[in-house]
């Protein structure tokens, strides 16, 4: 994609050729940059959401939960057998 965004002044070259000095490529190709840049970061992030997640105190909750609930269930086994 940088490859592109470089040569993509020479690929608007012709488009803007009414305008002064060509002066119409410098924003047309800084808005695409800033646009095409801006979709490749947004599709990093939904290509790994749990990177930004708080995803390990969450699964650190549910296992102590669990060991907890495991805990108990271990007494009740122990107390039925006595």
């Not at 690929?11 to 305008?19: C, M, R, V």
């Not at 190709?29 to 930004?52: D, K, M, N, R, Y």
């Not at 805990?71 to 009740?76: K, S």
Request: net charge negative; hydrophobic share 50%; proline share 5%.
């Amino acid at each position: 994609m940088s490859l592109w965004l470089i040569l993509l002044p020479l690929a608007l070259y012709n488009e803007f050729g009414a305008t002064w000095n060509h002066i119409g490529m410098i924003p047309a190709a800084a808005t695409l940059s800033v646009s095409f840049c801006g979709i490749e970061e947004l599709a990093t992030q939904l290509e790994e959401p749990f990177s930004i997640l708080p995803m390990h105190k969450m699964t650190a909750g549910i296992d102590l939960a669990a060991q907890e609930y495991s805990g108990w269930f271990a007494d009740d086994l122990e107390s039925d057998q006595v």
